[in-house]
């Protein structure tokens, strides 16, 4: 045994080290108290956890858990990062997004904190005359611009440029994306007459004049909202960004030229450890492609918190994803980050969220010190597995879209989206079930909140892909709530019948009351059914209770009225009882059919 200084600090270096098989072994031994027999790899499986794109999260990551090097930062394969340093040197580009010519609004954010400006531009957002008026008082040497002009990218571009050569810009100084992106802009509307040739020419020009600018995006984030996993978003980004060289190449210009005209844009989500992978898997990629184009360079990243996981209801609760998808974001590496405000989902975001957006970033890089590390997830044997799954994932996700013909034609085709649309149903089966929960949705609504009024955003390009969000069915449910509500002054009412002591029915009362009040309805748990004003009621309590009481409870609860009994709990046989609600059921079936019962169109 090492003898150690008496120092006051006690370690563990006498103790010897624990091996895998007894970990298992105390594992086993859980299992087997909750009445499973498992030994071995499979008591491991049993405590795994089920992603995406057949991927599965193990309990226990050792050292055993190989992957390929990562290498170093700033080099091929880019795993850690995109530049030697990372984002130590002032931290992570804090992109705005704007789509009104607010040119107060752009101001006030760069003087508190943003550090570049995202502009919608053309029918959705600002008007390409309006552009000079926005950027007034903007110092464009020091603020790079990134448009987002879908096919008016031509006039919005020249209509930048032109505003360059006026203010006296130098070519060299200008910073940005012209977001040329006509596969994106054909997977959000699709109109697939979007011609490259105006693009090359301004990749061109960018490539031989601008060398700060950067005229293509390969946004990400219509595959993502459309329902996409992440390896679904890193396949059609590598498809995209494949696509885009071959066009640039064939229209001149070289790989390396064609290379650096294109920037990748991905959501980060609030799954902060699958954002992290994945923009780590995607810089791999991008990798091993400009490898084998013969042009070997890292992939700029622009990473944006997710529009998919914003809810409508609890705005709030927005503030705290987005908080953990920009932590994830930066620890992944990604150069840019853009947070979206609380309000997204529900209109033109107010100066307040503005503020609370661009603070997010601010706090992790200058309080939180974020950014003082390069590559902090480096090193963890669970993320540089989760990366190396992710990229195999991601690369036959890719090499099945260019099997298709590339990405224009699994488009065209309707296949892109079939498989999109099978990843959402998938996991819109287990959102409806609450095995993925929404906090303050289908987790913990609040019935008497009173949303932020905000006014209508510019519509968003539609006609392709569709852009769903996690909170979608629970909306329409709270949705009929509140026509109901309007209509007759009083929300659709549900009786909660506690059998026994608080210790026998407060569990199951609290789930019952969070199941009911996802969908709209108000449980009233005081008083008598007859004086309730619900038309049904659900008996909740512990088993050895409903083996008394529940059939007579039921019997009495449709004696006074009620139309419809629930029990708490999972599917018995108890006469009077109609249906069971219970972790795991299908929360928005069951609401939905209620709010029919009931008569809330």
């Known amino acids: 045994?090492?003898?150690?200084?008496?120092?006051?600090?006690?370690?563990?270096?006498?103790?010897?080290?624990?091996?895998?098989?007894?970990?298992?072994?105390?594992?086993?031994?859980?299992?087997?108290?909750?009445?499973?027999?498992?030994?071995?790899?499979?008591?491991?499986?049993?405590?795994?956890?089920?992603?995406?794109?057949?991927?599965?999260?193990?309990?226990?990551?050792?050292?055993?858990?190989?992957?390929?090097?990562?290498?170093?930062?700033?080099?091929?394969?880019?795993?850690?990062?995109?530049?030697?340093?990372?984002?130590?040197?002032?931290?992570?580009?804090?992109?705005?997004?704007?789509?009104?010519?607010?040119?107060?609004?752009?101001?006030?954010?760069?003087?508190?904190?943003?550090?570049?400006?995202?502009?919608?531009?053309?029918?959705?957002?600002?008007?390409?005359?309006?552009?000079?008026?926005?950027?007034?008082?903007?110092?464009?040497?020091?603020?790079?611009?990134?448009?987002?002009?879908?096919?008016?990218?031509?006039?919005?571009?020249?209509?930048?440029?032109?505003?360059?050569?006026?203010?006296?810009?130098?070519?060299?100084?200008?910073?940005?994306?012209?977001?040329?992106?006509?596969?994106?802009?054909?997977?959000?509307?699709?109109?697939?007459?979007?011609?490259?040739?105006?693009?090359?020419?301004?990749?061109?020009?960018?490539?031989?004049?601008?060398?700060?600018?950067?005229?293509?995006?390969?946004?990400?984030?219509?595959?993502?909202?459309?329902?996409?996993?992440?390896?679904?978003?890193?396949?059609?980004?590598?498809?995209?960004?494949?696509?885009?060289l071959r066009e640039l190449t064939e229209a001149g210009l070289s790989v390396e030229q064609a290379v650096s005209q294109l920037e990748f844009r991905y959501a980060a989500t609030a799954d902060q450890f699958l954002t992290i992978a994945k923009l780590r898997a995607a810089r791999r990629l991008w990798a091993r492609v400009a490898e084998v184009c013969g042009a070997p360079g890292g992939q700029v990243q622009h990473a944006v918190t997710s529009p998919v996981m914003m809810s409508r209801r609890d705005p709030w609760v927005n503030m705290l994803r987005t908080t953990i998808a920009t932590l994830a974001a930066g620890v992944g590496g990604a150069e840019s980050v853009t947070v979206l405000p609380f309000d997204h989902a529900l209109g033109r975001p107010d100066a307040f969220a503005r503020r609370i957006a661009r603070n997010t970033s601010t706090i992790l890089v200058e309080e939180s010190h974020l950014s003082r590390v390069i590559d902090p997830a480096g090193g963890s044997w669970y993320v540089e597995r989760l990366t190396d799954e992710l990229a195999h994932a991601g690369w036959e996700f890719f090499q099945h879209i260019e099997q298709l013909g590339g990405q224009a034609a699994a488009l065209r085709s309707g296949r892109l989206s079939e498989d999109l649309a099978a990843t959402w149903a998938a996991r819109s089966a287990k959102l409806a079930k609450r095995r993925e929960p929404i906090t303050g949705v289908s987790e913990f609504p609040n019935l008497a909140e009173r949303l932020p009024e905000r006014a209508p955003a510019p519509a968003?390009?539609?006609?392709?892909?569709?852009?769903?969000?996690?909170?979608?069915?629970?909306?329409?449910?709270?949705?009929?709530?509140?026509?109901?509500?309007?209509?007759?002054?009083?929300?659709?009412?549900?009786?909660?019948?506690?059998?026994?002591?608080?210790?026998?029915?407060?569990?199951?009362?609290?789930?019952?009351?969070?199941?009911?009040?996802?969908?709209?309805?108000?449980?009233?748990?005081?008083?008598?059914?007859?004086?309730?004003?619900?038309?049904?009621a659900c008996l909740c309590s512990s088993d050895a209770l409903y083996e008394e009481q529940a059939a007579q409870t039921a019997g009495e609860l449709k004696s006074a009225g009620a139309g419809h009994v629930f029990l708490a709990g999972r599917p018995a046989q108890y006469t009077g009882v109609d249906a069971y609600v219970f972790a795991g059921c299908d929360a928005v079936a069951v609401l939905s059919a209620t709010l029919d019962r009931m008569g809330v169109s």
């Not at 530049?83 to 992109?95: F, K, S």
């Not at 059609?236 to 696509?243: P, Q």
């Not at 009362?509 to 049904?536: C, M, R, Y």
Request: proline share 6%; with cysteine.
């Open 460 to 536: 968003e390009p539609s006609g392709g892909l569709p852009r769903v969000r996690r909170d979608e069915a629970y909306e329409a449910l709270r949705a009929r709530s509140d026509a109901h509500l309007a209509a007759t002054g009083s929300r659709p009412r549900i009786f909660l019948a506690a059998l026994g002591p608080a210790a026998e029915h407060t569990a199951r009362l609290a789930f019952a009351t969070n199941l009911f009040q996802a969908g709209g309805i108000e449980p009233v748990t005081e008083g008598e059914f007859a004086d309730s004003g619900a038309t049904e």
């Open 1 to 244: 045994m090492t003898v150690l200084p008496d120092d006051g600090l006690s370690l563990a270096a006498e103790f010897p080290d624990a091996t895998h098989e007894q970990w298992q072994r105390l594992v086993e031994g859980v299992l087997r108290k909750s009445g499973k027999e498992v030994s071995g790899t499979a008591a491991e499986d049993a405590l795994s956890t089920s992603l995406e794109d057949g991927l599965r999260a193990r309990p226990l990551y050792t050292a055993d858990d190989s992957a390929p090097e990562p290498g170093l930062p700033g080099f091929a394969p880019f795993v850690r990062g995109g530049r030697a340093e990372g984002n130590t040197l002032g931290g992570w580009d804090v992109r705005q997004r704007h789509t009104t010519a607010d040119g107060a609004a752009l101001l006030a954010d760069l003087e508190n904190g943003v550090t570049s400006l995202w502009l919608v531009v053309g029918e959705q957002g600002i008007p390409v005359s309006s552009l000079g008026a926005a950027l007034d008082g903007v110092f464009l040497d020091l603020a790079p611009v990134v448009l987002d002009a879908g096919s008016e990218v031509e006039p919005a571009a020249s209509e930048l440029l032109r505003l360059y050569t006026e203010r006296g810009v130098d070519p060299r100084a200008a910073r940005g994306n012209l977001g040329a992106d006509p596969l994106g802009f054909a997977a959000r509307t699709g109109d697939e007459g979007f011609a490259f040739a105006p693009v090359a020419a301004l990749a061109r020009r960018c490539a031989e004049e601008y060398p700060g600018l950067r005229a293509l995006t390969v946004d990400a984030l219509p595959y993502h909202e459309a329902g996409g996993s992440a390896a679904q978003e890193l396949g059609a980004s590598l498809a995209t960004g494949v696509a885009y």
